[in-house]
């Protein structure tokens, strides 16, 4: 059962209808097709109704949404049924078919045709070449097939002319492998003759309008439908088909099948020789019968590639054998005209039956071998004409509607038999229901010595002039009693019989009058052996091999052939056995209207099909007690939210006892049967009011899923985040510890090394060490220093740490700081520096010593001095520990000039070689000098100088307290650091702006910048 659809579309399957009666059946048939819904189920039979119009439905999508799916899990179509076919082959490897029945123009051959495209598009996933070749040529042989066996009639464009059942067969992997077609009984008459509207086989025109100029003039035929005799008695060539484009179609389908050229050609021969032979016509002359065209006669002997003479005769004499004896008789022109009808239906029909066999040989499988392939499965479709009124019924519609009848009786049996064996399989109690059983009429025809095809045959048997009406007679004498035949003998005041002319089948389907005449003609199917032999003599290959039993000798020829109607019969009796022996699914279609109309519903010959497939009789056998059934599993699985037992897993022994709960729960058991393994519902109502429960569940259920679903994904994150956040803390420490691992590997012995370690390079710290490996690199620096400083001798100490403020204010900014040597501070009190005057230097630092009371002299040397003026002058300067001297050298070194140290602010140096410095002081008159006559001459001294001071300031800031209060003018020093608000001498603004210093020094001061180097930048 679909469940899939809502209820707008009308109910998917029919067995849900609420009270089984026709009105109900036939307003859901007609909901559902005015809403474009053209299929419905009958349980596992689908009904469908002839749209009339293209429907997007069959495309590669809808394809992919049924493959693989159950008959309930998507609304009705007819792929469901194509693939619960072949999934019933595949899985259980068992044989199946696809019955379609319906009357004509109901849409089976289409049908047919789409289950056909469906199976090819699911199988073969792996795209074997082998399978596709297959594929396509079953596909392909669809067109050849319906070039020469199909029709326009008047109910149906593209009316398949004959019966035809084909067996697809899969290898175990369900590929198909080959095939195999048969064809039933074609409507050969309609070679020679045709009703009012309808036309010849499309082949006739295709080859007439289609084919090209050459090749016409070849077959010397012209492209004028009109102009032969055969194909012209309906009147009309055209049709919604366009012949021309599929005369290229079939030309290339024969091509791609398999066909050989000579075979092609033999086949527009064949056609063109019927074409003629219509227009042959014979005349009495005397005694002798003459053709009247003769020339017709050497044409057609050269297309069927033998003599003229030998046409002539076949067409005019019969060869009888009396006795020993073989003379030859002539025909009247009566009997050549029959016998040249027969010749061109039969040459028609063999061609037809040629064709299959080709078909045939080129799809059959091959080389199959079941120990290596495993088991070969088949899949059969049958696609046969359907019940047939028309207002002249002869034997073809008996036949026709004969076969109507096997199947439904077919139908009947299984349907009733797979139900009653579900039956039994489920353990539930059978009850009889109430169906028309067709197997009376089934009887009627076919049964031994009292069935009508046997009267006829007997009349055909009969020697002597039997004539039609001697047969009806016949029917009337055994027949009288039977309840569904009558005729007008039997039934004097029914007015719609002929007497001496029609009887009526009352069939299942509906009351066919037939008229008797031509029944024994058609029945014996004469066709002279003179034309079995003059086929046979033809040089063409192919022709010959058409007609095998043309070899027989005349006098050989003795045994009747089997009647038509006893050869349908018997092709009837083996299709349905061949049937019965498979898995069966029905399709029954129905024709909306007799107008092509997409729009119209003809609700009386809706109806009436309706009734005569025996729709309602299915509805009621599947409906017997059951309106539904599921499988207990499948069942819970759809309906399990509705109790608080089954929702969402029950906690019972089986699911038979889950649903049992279920059942009671919703208070149903009243309404229900248990099977075996399925759940038997009564009443579709109950269903419903399933289906509704099911449908307000869900609403919360769909919240529910969704709240567990965002539960789950929140949970989900936040695992994932804290796995994350995990592997990045080990992470981490991971490489901490490494990191803090190699450091002490690498400086596990620092202590023993000569460098104590200087040289081991370091680790990279990881990010979040920055700041600690910064700190161990000061802690180690820290170590490193006082080990260095450790191994100084104390009396270096102070210059060491001259060296080290040197550096910390000169670094980088000045050339040679003068490290290597040692610095000697006092200058001018070394014979080196000073050879001449170092007494005269002595005895003055000793008064100033006396006087100013330092405590140490720390640097002293000869300078040149420059004023504001620029004038230079020769001059010494001595630093001590508390002042600042200006001496003049030439005098003895008279203090010219006593800057305490506390005034001054700082100093300037550049970065260049010179050895200029300038001390700034508190009262913004800064001492600008160069250091000069030293020894070496080169001796660069400003390392050292500003070292010396930097160092002492820092020294007595750390241990002098008093020494506070200069710092407390900073603040001042700051901003005459700037030298925005300097309002001393030009050059000292100069300098402090970093200009060039624009005077006449021993060393060019132009390349150099200058470092100022402020008392607090000392400490
Ligand atoms: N499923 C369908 N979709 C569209 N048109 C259809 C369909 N089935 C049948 N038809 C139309 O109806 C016509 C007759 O169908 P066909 O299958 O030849 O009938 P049948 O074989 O029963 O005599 C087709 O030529 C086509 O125009
Ligand atoms: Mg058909």
Redesign the pocket.
């Known amino acids: 059962m679909a469940e899939q659809e809502s209820l707008e579309f009308g109910k998917a399957d029919f067995v849900l209808m609420d009270t089984i009666n026709v009105t109900e059946f036939m307003a859901n048939l007609k909901l559902r097709f005015e809403k474009g819904r ?1 299929y419905t189920y009958i349980g596992e039979v689908i009904v ?1 109704v ?6 997007n ?2 495309g590669k999508d809808t394809i992919e949404q049924y493959k693989g799916r159950e008959l309930y899990e998507r609304p009705p179509h ?1 792929f469901a049924i194509a693939d619960a076919t072949y999934k019933a082959m595949k899985r259980r490897s068992k044989d199946t078919c696809i019955v ?1 029945s ?13 289950i056909m495209q469906f199976i090819a598009a699911i199988t073969n996933p792996s795209q074997r070449q082998e399978v596709e070749r297959v594929k396509n040529m079953l596909l392909k042989s669809n067109c050849v097939l319906e070039a020469f066996g ?1 029709a326009k009639t008047n ?6 002319r004959f019966g035809k059942y084909m067996d697809i067969n899969f290898d175990f992997k369900g590929d198909p492998i080959g095939g195999h077609i048969i064809n039933y009984l074609l409507e050969k008459s309609r070679v020679i003759v045709q009703q009012r509207g309808e036309r010849s086989f499309h082949s006739f025109y295709q080859l007439l309008l289609g084919g090209p100029e050459k090749l016409l003039r070849s077959l010397y035929i012209e492209k004028n439908a009109a102009a032969y005799n055969f194909i012209k008695s309906g009147g009309v060539v055209k049709s ?1 088909i366009n012949d021309t484009a599929h005369f290229n179609l079939v030309a290339d389908a024969m091509k791609v099948i398999g066909f050989t050229a000579d075979e092609i050609q033999t086949v527009y021969k064949i056609i063109a020789t019927i074409l003629h032979l219509g227009n042959l016509k014979f005349s009495m002359d005397g005694d002798s019968t003459l053709i009247e065209s003769s020339k017709l006669v050497s044409v057609i002997a050269e297309l069927l590639s033998t003599k003229t003479d030998a046409v002539e005769k076949a067409l005019l004499y019969r060869t009888v054998a009396t006795g020993r004896d073989v003379i030859d008789k002539q025909h009247t022109d009566q009997e050549a005209s029959y016998g040249r009808d027969a010749f061109a239906k039969a040459i028609y029909d063999r061609l037809f039956c040629w064709i299959v066999n080709r078909i045939n040989d080129i799809i059959e499988v091959k080389n199959y071998d079941a120990r290596i392939h495993g088991k070969n499965t088949v899949i059969g479709v049958l ?1 046969i ?2 019940f047939e009124i028309f207002d002249n019924n002869s034997l073809e519609q008996f036949c026709i509607n004969y076969c109507n009848e096997k199947l439904q009786q077919l139908f009947i049996q299984l349907v009733l038999k797979q139900e009653q064996e579900e039956y039994q399989r489920e353990g539930i109690p059978w009850r009889h229901i109430d169906y028309f059983n067709n197997q009376i009429i089934v009887d009627l025809v076919e049964q031994q010595h009292k069935g009508i095809i046997s009267i006829l045959d007997d009349a055909c048997v009969n020697v002597g002039k039997v004539t039609d009406k001697m047969f009806l007679e016949a029917l009337n004498t055994k027949l009288q009693k039977h309840a569904h035949f009558s005729s007008r003998k039997l039934c004097a005041s029914d007015k719609t019989l002929e007497f001496e002319r029609d009887f009526r089948i009352k069939h299942y389907a509906g009351h066919v009058v037939y008229s008797v005449v031509g029944f024994i003609d058609k029945n014996k199917d004469t066709l002279f052996q003179d034309f079995k032999r003059l086929m046979y003599n033809s040089s063409n290959p192919v022709l010959k091999n058409m007609w095998p039993e043309g070899k027989l000798s005349i006098t050989e020829v003795t045994k009747r052939p089997l009647t038509a109607a006893t050869l349908f019969k018997n092709s009837m009796i083996a299709l349905v056995e061949n049937l019965e022996s498979k898995e069966p699914y029905y399709v029954r ?1 129905i ?1 909306p209207n007799d107008q ?1 109309s997409p729009l119209l519903f003809d609700e009386y010959r809706c109806q009436h099909q309706v009734e005569y497939l025996g729709l309602m009789e299915n509805v009621r056998v599947r409906r017997a007690g059951f309106a539904y059934r599921q499988t207990y599993e499948r069942f819970l699985q759809r309906y399990k939210m509705i109790s608080e037992f089954t929702w969402p897993n029950h906690d019972m022994r089986s699911d038979q006892e889950a649903v049992k709960k279920l059942v009671e729960c919703g208070e149903f058991q009243h309404d229900v049967a248990y099977g075996k393994t399925k759940l038997f519902i009564r009443t579709p109502k109950t269903l419903f009011t399933l289906e509704e429960r099911r449908t307000r569940m869900i609403e919360r259920i769909v919240l529910f899923l969704q709240k567990v679903w965002r539960g789950t994904l929140a949970r989900l994150r936040y695992k994932r985040t804290r796995a994350v956040s995990i592997i990045i803390n080990h992470y981490r420490r991971y490489k901490v510890k490494s990191y803090i691992r190699e450091v002490g590997r690498r400086f596990q012995s620092v202590g023993t090394m000569k460098d104590y370690g200087k040289h081991v390079k370091w680790p990279t710290p990881p990010k979040i060490l920055r700041k600690f490996d910064e700190t161990l690199h000061s802690v180690y620096q820290r170590w490193r220093a006082f080990l260095l400083i450790r191994s100084v001798p104390p009396a270096d100490l102070p210059q060491v740490k001259a060296k080290v403020a040197a550096l910390e204010n000169l670094k980088g900014q000045r050339g040679d700081l003068g490290f290597q040597r040692s610095w000697e501070g006092n200058y001018l009190a070394t014979k080196r520096d000073n050879p001449q005057m170092t007494p005269a230097f002595s005895a003055r630092a000793n008064e100033l010593k006396r006087k100013d009371k330092y405590m140490s002299p720390l640097f002293s040397s000869h300078v040149r001095k420059i004023n504001r003026f620029n004038k230079s002058e020769d001059r010494a300067i001595f630093i001590t520990d508390r002042h600042l001297y200006k001496l003049d050298p030439m005098k003895q070194y008279q203090v010219m000039k006593t800057i305490p140290l506390y005034n001054v602010t700082g100093m300037s140096v550049s970065t260049g070689k010179d050895q200029l410095v300038v001390f700034h002081t508190k009262e913004n008159k800064d001492l600008i000098v160069c250091l000069h006559k030293m020894e070496p001459a080169n001796e660069n001294r400003i390392g050292e100088l500003v070292g010396v001071v930097a160092n002492h300031f820092r020294r007595d800031n750390n241990c002098r307290g008093g020494f506070f209060f200069f710092f407390g003018l900073a603040s001042r020093t700051k901003i005459y650091g700037g030298g925005k608000k300097s309002t001393s001498a030009t050059l000292t603004t100069k300098i402090l702006v970093n200009k060039v210093l624009n005077c006449n020094w021993p060393i060019s001061p132009t390349s150099a910048t200058w470092k100022k180097v402020r008392k607090d930048t000392f400490r």
């Open positions: 053209i469908s002839n749209p009339y119009r293209p429907m439905i069959y007819l379609i319906g009357e004509s123009g109901a849409g089976k051959t289409e049908a047919s045709k789409y199909n109910r149906n464009d593209n009316s398949s919604a696609d004409y359907g279609c024709k092509k």
